[in-house]
Structures are given as structure tokens and as C-alpha cells.
């Protein structure tokens, strides 16, 4: 009777544990991504108050979308050796401290080291990579649907900062919108870094740890980076990433300029931006679903014919500000807003889960970083060299339809 009775409360303890992961990912992943993304309300006030070119000021958020790639395998490295309590308190502290480093205003190799370099990579600290490794370890059933539910933190992140960010920047000025986001990020994130019990959030659940250190029949386990390199699915996993990231902020760095530019008030632009990130939880946890149910290539073939059609339709307004197709277009947008990263997530957790996973994942999602970094420049430069913004969603059409097609045969491995 008494083992029936500890076999319940193990099964009660292990049942919390899981959502606790669940929940405080998903704040840190809020926060982390609102902070990043606040650079797209703060474009417009920050050219406003200073004459450098569009592709100087877009660079910004390229570098920033950089490091946040290029930060992923530094935090796999740590969370393989540390665990994630060390990797949070050092993206937290690299966020605040940009934040803050940027708003100074010093130049504009503040804004590269502040936002660009400290917040993307603090942002790395706090994102996708952690939040697989983590949840992974506690869900086996419904994975892409609890992975979906912690990556949908981006989308909230949008929604909640954007407009804040803005109301800040009516009140205080973007300088003091940067100091009061360093405030905000600083009070939500340090109380859940320092005392959640992450030590027991990183042992994972039992069972799921036994099936883990059993390979699969006929399966070799992957055991290093470099091992993981050498599979044609680290590589097309790495090609959804950074061609679809160049085909995302190619175009959505400026949407909230492009807004503006015809005739929207600033306000409105933003929240609506942030409207996008409030139906990225919808989507990414539908397609989760989706996947779960349908498969993923089902879901990755909604998911792009969808982004597809929101940029149709914002090339569309150039005509007229329609507000039913800015509705279709950017409720379009939302649903599939990070929608990619939960089913490639899965992907890799069932393909390279082991020790080595934190730093492959990592490695995947640099590459994703650096098409997010080179997507966000490269519209700059677009939109410099033809003053124009509906090139921008053309370039943006055409990098995802090539980067969804991996899609196609790394779900057929996935059943093989």
C-alpha cells in the first residue's frame, strides 16, 4: 500500500514538475522575445531622431538576429555543462545590460553592442533552445503540441511589448522606452531565475530519461556535433531555419514602418504588430496539433501557404488602406509567426536527442540566426537602394517556398 501510495505522489510530483517547465519557459521566453523585438516599434523614433541610412538602422536588428543565433550553441554549451539556471542569469543579465547600454545613445556602435549584440544573444539564453531541451525531457505523447505551447511565449512577447513599447515611447521618449523595458525585463525575469527549482526541471521525467539512453533498433545514436553534421537532416534542419528566417525578416523588420508609411497612426501600426504575436500562440499550438494528428508536413504546408497569403495581402494595401485585408492579412501572419520552429524542434528532439543535443540544436538554430540577421540587413538594403516596400515581400515569397521544402523528406525520415 505504501509503494501505491509514493507511486502516486511520484506520478503528482512528476505531473507539476512538467508544467511547471511549461510555464516558466514560457515567461522567460516572453519576456526574452518581446525585449528583441521591441526594435521594430523603436525603428521609426530612432531614424527620426538621427540621420544614418535605413540599412545602418535595419543592421541593428541584423546583428541582433545574429547573435541570437550564433548565441544558441553558446547556451547549448552551457546548459550541456552547467545546467539552465546559469545560462538564464547570463542571458538575463545580457539583456538588461543592453537595454540599458542602448539607451544611452551614444552612437551607433551603442546600438550594435547594445540591442544588437547583448539582447540577441541574452534573447539565445532564453529561447528556443533551452525550451526544447527542457520540454523534451518531460513530454514524449503530444511533444510538438507542449513544444508549440512554450515556443507560442514569442508570439505573446510580441503582442504584450509592442504596445508597451510604444506607450513608453509616447511617454518618455525612445530612450526612456529602452530604460523602462530594462526595468520590466529585470523585475519579471531574476525572481523565476533564481528561485524555480531548475536543478529538478533539468532531470527530466524518468521514464523518458530510460527511453533516451536506449537507442532505437537499427537506429545508431548520435552522440557529438560533428556525428550530427554528417546526417543529410542536420543539414536540411538547418536549411528550414535560415532560409525561412531570410524569408520572414526580410519583410516583418519594416511592417510596422510600411504601416505607417500608408497612413496608419503609430499606435495602431504596433498594436497591430502585436495583434500578429497574440495569434502566434493560436497557431503554434493549432499546428502542433496539427502535426500530432496530421503529420508534419501536413502542418508545415498550412503553415507556409498561409504566411504566403499574408504577404499577398499586405502588397495589396499598397492600393488603398483596406481594413478587412489588413484583418485577413495579418491574422494570415500571426497564426504562422514561429510557427516552423515547434516542428523542427520535434524533429531534432526525436532525431538527435542524447548528450551532445543541446549543442546541435544550437548549432541549428545559429544557422537560423544568421538567415534572420541576413533577412533583416537585406531588407534594409532593399528598401535603400528602391525606397520601396513591396519588393521586400516578393524576396520574402520567394526564400519560403525554398525554405519549406525541406520539409518533404525530413518527414518521411521522421516515419522511416
Known amino acids: 500500500m505504501s509503494d501505491m501510495a509514493a507511486t502516486e505522489r511520484s506520478g503528482v510530483s512528476t505531473r507539476w ?22 526594435f521594430v516599434v523603436m525603428l521609426r523614433p530612432i531614424d527620426e ?26 547556451a547549448g554549451v552551457l546548459f550541456d555543462r552547467f545546467g539552465p539556471r546559469t545560462v538564464y542569469f547570463s542571458g538575463a543579465c545580457l539583456l538588461v545590460g543592453g537595454l540599458t547600454l542602448a539607451s544611452g545613445d551614444f552612437g551607433l556602435w551603442s546600438f550594435y553592442l547594445g540591442h544588437g549584440i547583448a539582447v540577441g544573444t541574452g534573447g539565445a539564453m532564453m529561447g528556443n533552445l533551452i525550451h526544447a531541451a527542457m520540454v523534451s525531457r518531460w513530454f514524449d505523447k503530444g511533444r510538438t503540441t507542449a513544444l508549440s505551447l512554450v515556443h507560442s511565449s514569442m508570439g505573446v512577447g510580441v503582442l504584450a511589448f509592442s504596445p508597451i513599447t510604444q ?31 531548475w536543478n529538478r526541471f533539468a ?13 532505437r533498433p537499427g537506429k545508431a545514436a548520435v552522440t557529438s556535433l560533428r ?45 497591430l504588430y502585436g495583434t500578429s504575436g497574440a495569434l502566434a500562440p ?23 501557404a498561409l504566411t504566403l497569403t499574408s504577404y499577398a495581402g499586405f502588397t495589396l494595401l499598397s492600393d488603398g488602406l483596406s481594413w478587412p485585408l489588413v484583418v485577413v492579412s495579418t491574422v494570415c501572419l500571426g497564426l504562422t509567426l514561429g510557427s516552423r520552429g515547434p516542428l523542427v524542434s520535434t524533429i531534432a528532439s526525436r532525431l538527435f536527442q542524447g548528450p551532445a543535443f543541446g549543442r ?16 533583416a540587413w ?20 520567394v526564400a519560403l517556398i525554398i525554405g519549406g521544402s525541406p520539409f518533404a523528406f525530413l518527414s518521411r525520415r521522421l516515419r522511416a
Not at 497557431?283 to 502542433?288: R, S
Not at 537585406?378 to 515569397?397: C, K, N, Q, S, W
Request: proline letters at 3%; aromatic letters at 12%.
Open 378 to 397: 537585406l531588407g534594409g538594403y532593399i528598401h535603400e537602394l528602391t525606397d520601396d516596400y513591396l519588393t521586400l515581400f516578393h524576396v520574402g515569397a
Open 282 to 304: 493560436v497557431g503554434m499550438i493549432a499546428f502542433g496539433i496539427i502535426a500530432d494528428r496530421y503529420g508534419l508536413l501536413s502542418a508545415a504546408t498550412l503553415s507556409y
Open 17 to 38: 514538475h512538467a508544467a511547471g517547465v511549461i510555464v516558466f519557459c514560457f515567461i522567460l521566453g516572453m519576456v526574452g522575445r518581446g525585449t528583441f523585438d521591441s
Open 167 to 197: 506607450l513608453f515611447v509616447d511617454a518618455f521618449g525612445w530612450q526612456g522606452a529602452y530604460r523602462g523595458l530594462a526595468v520590466v525585463a529585470l523585475c519579471v525575469l531574476m525572481p523565476i531565475i533564481l528561485f524555480a527549482p
Open 49 to 74: 531622431s538621427h540621420d544614418w541610412s535605413r540599412d545602418k538602422l535595419t543592421g541593428i536588428y541584423a546583428v541582433a538576429m545574429t547573435c541570437w543565433g550564433l548565441g544558441a550553441p553558446l
Open 227 to 271: 556525428q550530427a553534421m554528417g546526417t543529410g537532416a542536420f543539414w536540411g534542419l538547418s536549411a528550414i531555419y535560415s532560409i525561412t528566417g531570410v524569408g520572414m525578416f526580410v519583410a516583418v523588420t519594416q511592417l510596422v514602418d510600411y504601416l505607417q508609411t500608408l497612413g496608419m497612426p503609430a499606435l495602431e501600426a504596433a498594436s
Open 360 to 375: 546541435i540544436y544550437g548549432a541549428m538554430l545559429a544557422f537560423g540566426g544568421a538567415g534572420g540577421g541576413f533577412g
Open 203 to 215: 532531470e527530466g521525467n524518468p521514464d523518458i530519461r530510460r527511453v533516451n539512453a536506449t537507442p
